[in-house]
């Protein structure tokens, strides 16, 4: 009886299983397949992209932000001029220096601006042009300013955590040691600045920066007197330093 039983339950199952079979056609396929119609690639992308533009949010502020920049640098200091009607020639030589600031950045909308407390050490020599009866004076001058540029700022971020960014405008210049300037020289510059400075930050507040900048003094005049008619200088430098976001 027994085995009447289980050959009647084997013979049942086997025509379970073709009926089965049967009934999924040639396009029965037991395997386990995966299938999805996301692009992980683009997911990915959009991920970084989306990142990327916090950190933008956050350090240039795209709606509104603020850094200092710490900055320290060199640059070199060459000057031209005019001699007064009846002297001699007026001959200058490019000397170099330290320069070093603070400059506060800020983001408003679409508009920026950059403003501080620039030092910049402009060394250059002068050969005073001789007048009618008095000898040519030979000077190196190293004359300390306090600049406080006023410009506007362009640019933003070019990757995830690299920013360029370009600042120029005018610039109010304060001589700090008139003492060692020669006679008639002004203790006012106003003069035209720029800026070129890359930024690699580290965290969304922190960057280390690398820059240049140029300054074209002496729109006021720096010098008159006897022998000088006009005196401009142009100092072109270098610097690195650290910027902070808040």
Wanted: charged share 15%; hydrophobic share 40%; with cysteine.
């Amino acid at each position: 009886m027994k085995k009447v039983l289980c050959l009647m339950l084997l013979s049942l199952s086997m025509m379970f299983l073709q009926s089965s079979e049967s009934s999924a056609g040639s396009k029965f396929d037991p395997k386990l397949k995966f299938k999805s119609d996301k692009n992980f690639s683009n997911e990915i992308k959009q991920r970084d992209y989306d990142k990327a533009m916090k950190w933008h949010k956050k350090i240039a502020g795209s709606v509104i932000g603020a850094s200092i920049d710490f900055q320290a640098g060199y640059g070199s200091t060459s000057a031209n001029g005019e001699p007064a009607s009846g002297s001699s020639d007026l001959k200058t030589t490019s000397k170099s220096g330290l320069t070093a600031g603070a400059m506060l950045n800020v983001n408003l909308l679409s508009f920026g601006f950059s403003t501080g407390l620039d030092f910049t050490k402009k060394n250059f020599g002068i050969t005073l042009p001789s007048i009618t009866g008095v000898d040519s004076t030979v000077a190196n001058l190293s004359n300390n300013y306090i600049n406080i540029p006023i410009n506007l700022n362009f640019g933003g971020m070019v990757s995830d955590k690299v920013g360029v960014y370009l600042s120029g405008g005018p610039y109010l210049g304060f001589l700090l040691n008139a003492e060692n300037a020669i006679s008639g020289f002004k203790d006012f510059d106003f003069g035209l600045n720029g800026v070129l400075t890359g930024k690699y930050y580290l965290n969304p507040f922190v960057a280390i920066i690398l820059g240049t900048k140029a300054q074209y003094g002496g729109l006021n005049n720096l010098i008159s007197s006897s022998s000088v008619q006009k005196l401009h200088t142009f100092n072109l430098g270098g610097f690195t330093g650290v910027s902070v976001g808040f």
